[in-house]
C-alpha cells in the first residue's frame, strides 16, 4: 500500500473568529498547494495500512499531538491569523505547505515511511513557487478525425483555469489555446475534469465534470480550424 490520498480542513472552531465562509474557503484554497504535493509523492510512499492522510489545521495547538500507530487523522497546529492577514497568495500557500509537509515528516518518523519523497516534494513546490500546471494525459479526436484536444489546467489559489489545447491528428505541435473557464478548487476535482473531454460537433470542444462540480465548460474551435 502507498500514500495516494491527503485532505487538509480548517477547524470548525474557529468559525466564529472567522467569518464570511473562510472555513470552506481555506479548505478550497488549501487544495492548490495540497493536490500538488499529492501530485509529487504518489505512488513513492510506502505504508502499513495507510492510505489516505486527513489532517485539520487548528490554531487551539502549539505542538504536535500525541502519536497513535497507524491513526490516519490527526488535528495539526496551524496560524489562521497569519493566513487571514497575509495579502500575498504565495505567502499563503508556503503557511500550509510547511504545515502539511511538518505534519508528514511527524507521521513518516513514527511509520517508518520513506521522508525524502516528500522532502523532495516540498522542494519542487518552492522551487516552482507554487506554479501547479499541466496536461490532460488523455487526448480527445474530432469525429472526422482530423484534430485532437488536450485539457490544460493552471491551479492558482482561488480557482483553476482550465484552457482547451487544439492539435492535429498524430502531431505534437500545438494549433491553438483557448480558455475553458475557471473551476472550483477542490480535491479531485483535476481527475473530473481531466478525464471529461467530449467533442459535440466537429468543432464545438467540451470539458464536463460530474458531480459534486456539474460545470460543463465549451469552446468552438471552428475559427482554428480554418486556419489550420
Known amino acids: 500500500m502507498y500514500l495516494r490520498d491527503l485532505a487538509v480542513h480548517a477547524d470548525n472552531a474557529i468559525v466564529e473568529r472567522y467569518k464570511g465562509g ?12 495540497v493536490d500538488h504535493y499529492l501530485s509529487k509523492i504518489v505512488p513513492q510512499v510506502v505504508t502499513e495500512g495507510i492510505a489516505k492522510v486527513s489532517l485539520t489545521f487548528t490554531d ?7 502519536y497513535s500507530q497507524g491513526r490516519s487523522m490527526y488535528p495539526w497546529p496551524f496560524d489562521f491569523a497569519a ?10 500557500q508556503q503557511l500550509v505547505l510547511e504545515s502539511l509537509h511538518n505534519a508528514l515528516v511527524w507521521m513518516a518518523e513514527h511509520e517508518g515511511w520513506a521522508i525524502g519523497p516528500l522532502n523532495a516534494a516540498c522542494q519542487d513546490i ?3 513557487h507554487f506554479k501547479f500546471t499541466g496536461y490532460s494525459k488523455k487526448s480527445w479526436l474530432c469525429p472526422r478525425k482530423l484534430y485532437r484536444a488536450r485539457i490544460y489546467f493552471d491551479w492558482q489559489l482561488e480557482g483553476v483555469e482550465l484552457s482547451a489545447i487544439l492539435y492535429r491528428n498524430r502531431s505534437s505541435a500545438e494549433l491553438a489555446r483557448t480558455p475553458l473557464g475557471t ?21 464545438i470542444f467540451t470539458a464536463a465534470a460530474s458531480s459534486p462540480f456539474r460545470k460543463e465548460m465549451v469552446v468552438d474551435f ?6 489550420n
Not at 473562510?22 to 498547494?33: I, L, P
Open 22 to 33: 473562510f472555513v470552506q474557503r481555506f479548505h478550497r484554497e488549501a487544495s492548490s498547494v
Open 183 to 203: 473551476a472550483i478548487p477542490m480535491g479531485g476535482m483535476l481527475h473530473q475534469y481531466l478525464n471529461a473531454g467530449k467533442w459535440q460537433t466537429e468543432t
Open 83 to 92: 493566513y487571514n492577514s497575509a495579502t500575498l497568495n504565495q505567502f499563503k
Open 126 to 128: 518552492l522551487d516552482c
Open 60 to 66: 487551539e495547538l502549539e505542538e504536535p499531538p500525541v
Open 222 to 227: 471552428a475559427a482554428q480550424m480554418a486556419e
